[in-house]
């Protein structure tokens, strides 16, 4: 059996094996589409210039986020007290239905206010006009700090009749529908966004915003200049935030689980880069290796379960959670995946058996942590060809959080890629800061439509407040 293991686990290793010469050609890939992003030519980033700068951390007052991007959804209030300091937040949260994630749109919005009401009655808010910051975690083309029109769903989402629609115009109608009157929507933002405003907010150094959760996507300050297709106003600053929508990135190559995960997922062609790196799939890419070596009669004998043997399957039955726990099992016996196993109904496994699911785990992590670093160091030399500067890169979500080695190996592959240099790369865990980002964000955007003075995110980003006066 152990012969077994070693030559199956170091075949797999091999279909998801990329060298260092790999990590050089994708990052070159990767910035030659950025590049086509941000001239506005056909490429599958869509470098999304999204009105925002960096906060200066003067930011100030009390605001309400709500961030929509998973199958949770929140709400905070959130006081900011200038210096890069926050107070407690007062949160809620909520749990998306089915019905609410893929059937009408209208349906979807309505229950987003519905929540809305709750949360003001629940802490009596209702003295103030309040601003609020959306968050809201899927590709916009972004019209203004505070409106702009969904291109697609991602992750699991598809509610209809929202695609193409201003999704600040949908939220504003249906808080009106609910009476939620006091509210308002004063800044729309990626979930990226927020999670690099809110870590900028006390980190001067951070440059890149990163969620490596259920789905994958980074944001970075670029200048106005490189934004070719640019066509607002310039800036003080000359910069603004880009959000990539890097998990669309195509230019990667495909081993057979990937090419059958695309064939079946609801979005085929599409997300390639959030296939093999995301929370939504890794689960799912290790569990068609399994299926294989069930099938080729190399694991679990008569044991295999249906997780094991239904070629098609979906992120829900053998969750990106599971793979976290089972890499984390320091136990000689690996008790815990043992017991993962048997709850998936392989009721008895031996040793053996259990350490090549994790091999096989660890070799998934492996790739989609490399992968994430080589957009990353794109992203990173598109900023500063020599890594002259610092760079904080602010990352969110449960891959990176608590998938044990993602961290480590993204790090060990950034030492790869740029030696000595990668010291100036901090990583850093910036959790739940998309809704904070949006609350400063909207403390920014809010600001400049009281006073008429210049967007002061960072510096000026022009007269944008929360009217949709520039169209891309
Ligand atoms: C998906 C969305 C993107 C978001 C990411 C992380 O890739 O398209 O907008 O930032 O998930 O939530």
């Not at 990668?422 to 400063?440: E, F, Q």
Request: glycine share 12%; aromatic share 6%; hydrophobic share 40%.
């Amino acid at each position: 059996m152990k012969k077994l293991r070693n030559s199956s686990i170091s075949r797999i290793g091999k279909e998801f094996a990329l060298s260092t010469a790999d990590l050089r050609r994708i990052m070159r890939e990767f910035r030659s589409e950025m590049a086509k992003g941000l001239a506005g030519g056909k490429s599958s980033l869509k470098m999304i210039p999204t009105y925002v700068d960096k906060p200066t951390g003067r930011e100030k007052g009390d605001f309400i986020a709500l961030d929509l991007g998973g199958t949770n959804f929140r709400i905070l209030e959130i006081a900011l007290k200038g210096g890069g300091r926050t107070g407690d937040p007062r949160i809620m949260k909520f749990v998306l239905q089915k019905r609410h994630v893929n059937g009408q749109g209208s349906e979807l919005f309505d229950f987003i206010a519905g929540c809305m009401r709750k949360f003001l009655d629940k802490y009596r808010i209702s003295d103030d006009k309040l601003d609020l910051g959306f968050t809201f975690s899927f590709p916009v083309n972004q019209t203004a700090v505070a409106s702009g029109t969904l291109v697609c769903w991602t992750k699991d989402f598809s509610a209809k009749g929202v695609v193409g629609q201003d999704v600040v115009a949908l939220l504003v109608r249906a808080f009106r529908k609910k009476g939620v009157d006091l509210v308002n929507v004063s800044a729309l933002v990626n979930d990226t966004v927020g999670t690099l405003v809110a870590k900028a907010y006390q980190d001067t150094d951070c440059d890149i915003g990163i969620i490596l959760g259920t789905g994958t996507n980074a944001c970075y300050r670029e200048s106005l200049s490189g934004i070719r297709k640019w066509r607002g106003p310039s800036t003080k600053s000359g910069k603004m935030l880009v959000n990539t929508e890097w998990g669309n990135f195509n230019k990667l190559k495909l081993n057979r689980y990937d090419t059958f995960l695309d064939a079946h997922s609801e979005n085929k062609g599409y997300q390639i880069l959030e296939k093999a790196v995301s929370g939504m799939y890794l689960g799912e890419i290790a569990r068609l290796v399994l299926v294989n070596l069930v099938k080729d009669g190399m694991l679990f004998g008569e044991m295999g379960s249906k997780v094991f043997k239904k070629a098609v399957g979906g992120a829900k039955l053998f969750r990106s959670e599971y793979a976290s726990e089972i890499l984390g099992d320091r136990s000689a016996g690996l008790a815990a995946t043992g017991r993962i196993l048997a709850s998936l109904g392989v009721r008895k496994t031996s040793t053996e058996e259990r350490r090549v699911v994790r091999d096989v785990c660890a070799i998934v992590r492996r790739r989609a942590a490399r992968i994430a670093t080589a957009a990353l160091g794109a992203v990173i030399l598109e900023m500063d060809g020599r890594i002259a500067r610092r760079h904080t890169a602010a990352i969110d979500g449960s891959v990176y959080e608590k998938m044990p080695g993602f961290a480590a190996d993204m790090r060990a592959a950034l030492v790869e890629l740029f030696g000595s240099r990668a010291s100036r790369i901090k990583l850093t865990l910036a959790k739940d800061g998309s809704g904070k980002g949006a609350a400063i964000v909207a403390a920014v955007a809010a600001g400049e439509n009281r006073d008429s003075a210049h967007f002061s995110c960072g510096e000026s980003v022009g007269k944008m407040g929360a009217v949709p006066i520039i169209k891309s």
